[in-house]
């Protein structure tokens, strides 16, 4: 039983590298097809459309429950005790769909990342390691395989650990503690040993030193906090209203693949003004801001908006990578306009922006310090996801992830019973 779990726990970490180097190579192919001559950047409006309606049509009539960030449907997983119930929302097919699905959107132009997703596919690699071990526990299994999914996927184990307690599970369980460390040990060594050992956005060693650096702290916080809360809520309400819409027509697939193409074209409009910057995981550009590079000025509302309209859409992918690039962006503009490092404000808005999407103080604070190995700026990076937190709570009472996963937790309990009901 233990020999099952520690190798599904060191497969995460290699499906792990593995979704990385597709969603790399999707990303870059659809770079280089922009680049191929000087109307080339017009491709989009054919592509970006088209390749959302295909993702949306694979996910609904193949895989379903794999749409969106995939973190929702493992903290639905682990609010129901049925396990039918939960095959349909975690399982080897779903974890592949998943894959397969995010680089095609990645592919296409698609703002999404591939962090939310892995979380999805280590959850379902852990419980389809608990099925075949005859490991019990699930919930405890669930949270060790998300966990471990984010530590791999970001090379931050302890922000894998603090995400488990703080955004999955709600609470500290002392019975599953060990469950979810040996997990994130193992998936981080086997995924090290492919890749060896990296800072996702280098190093930043950099602090608030004077009375204009706190005021950007107070900036990247409450901005952030405000302009998270505005993403989320506007995603809470705008998957609910698409769900009402889509739940009347008389054929429903037919209006997903719609909207999703709409979507699409959205997505691929914003990224022809913004030059091409807002497409993908954005982190070519949170890295060059990290590194001291100023973007431009409204870059975080052009990424904003990008991500909002592909998580709008329904594709499968997750929001870590492009709200991390909003968040850099809306560091760099605030930095830009009083004056203050480059560098600091994008780990600063970063923090601020990714603490009031998620409402998740700790995990956007630890996650922040382990990818730019900033530990001059502890404080300050505290502070920043503390008033991103406060402000997104005043403005959104309701968490992101938490919200998204009822309807799917919904969806899996209606099928179960429906099928118990059938003779």
């Known amino acids: 039983m233990r020999l099952v779990f520690w190798l599904g726990a060191g497969a ?11 969603a790399d190579k999707a990303q870059g192919l659809f770079h280089q097809g922009l680049a191929l001559n000087a109307y080339s950047f017009l491709l ?83 419980l389809s390691a608990a099925r075949i071990g005859g490991l ?57 040993g492919l890749v060896g050992s990296y800072t996702y956005f280098g190093t930043a060693d950099l602090g608030a030193t004077g009375l204009r650096d706190w005021g950007l702290v107070a900036l990247c916080g409450i901005g952030g906090g405000a302009f998270g809360a505005l993403f989320s809520a506007g995603a809470l309400y705008a998957a ?24 699409g074209l959205g997505v691929a409009v914003i990224g022809i003004a913004s030059g091409g910057l807002t497409y993908g995981t ?30 709008a859409s329904g594709i499968p992918g997750g929001i870590f990578a492009p709200s991390l690039s909003v968040g850099a962006g809306l560091g760099s503009t605030a930095a830009a306009l009083i004056g203050s490092s480059i560098t600091l404000g994008a780990i600063l808005g970063m923090a601020g922006y990714f603490a009031g999407v998620v409402q998740a103080p700790m995990t ?6 382990e990818m730019t190995a900033n530990h001059e700026g502890v404080i300050a990076i505290m502070a920043a996801a503390m008033l991103g937190y406060a402000t997104s709570r005043l403005l959104a009472h309701e968490a992101l992830y938490h919200g998204l996963s009822r309807p799917f937790l919904a969806e899996a309990l209606r099928a179960v019973r429906s099928e118990a009901r059938q003779p």
């Not at 739940?247 to 997903?256: H, S």
């Not at 982190?283 to 998580?311: C, D, I, N, W």
Request: proline fraction near 5%; glycine fraction near 10%.
């Open 282 to 311: 954005g982190y070519e550009q949170a890295r060059g801001a990290v590194e001291g590079h100023a973007l431009p000025l409204f870059y975080f509302v052009e990424k904003l908006a990008a991500s909002f309209l592909t998580m």
């Open 12 to 22: 995460i970490g290699l499906i792990s590298v593995g979704f990385a180097w597709l």
């Open 44 to 126: 989009p409006l054919i592509l970006t459309p088209a390749g959302f309606a295909l993702c949306a049509f694979l996910a609904t009539r193949y895989f379903p429950a794999s749409q969106g960030s995939g973190i929702p449907q493992a903290i639905a997983a682990r609010l129901v005790d049925e396990p039918a119930a939960r095959a349909r929302l975690l399982s080897p097919r779903i974890a592949m769909g998943k894959i397969v699905l995010t680089t095609l959107g990645l592919f296409c132009g698609g703002s999404v990342g591939r962090e939310g997703p892995t979380v999805q596919v280590g959850a379902s690699v852990m």
């Open 364 to 369: 956007a604070f630890v996650i922040i310090l």
């Open 240 to 263: 609910r209203r698409i769900r009402r819409f889509v739940q009347t027509k008389a054929r429903p697939l037919r209006y997903t693949v719609a909207v999703a193409a709409l979507c």
């Open 136 to 192: 019990r526990r699930a919930n405890g299994l669930i949270l060790a395989g998300s966990a471990a999914g984010i530590a791999a996927a970001f090379n931050t184990p302890l922000a894998g650990i603090v995400f488990a307690i703080e955004e999955m599970g709600k609470s500290y369980q002392s019975r599953v503690n060990g469950l979810v460390l040996i997990a994130v040990i193992l998936s981080g060594l086997s995924a090290l």
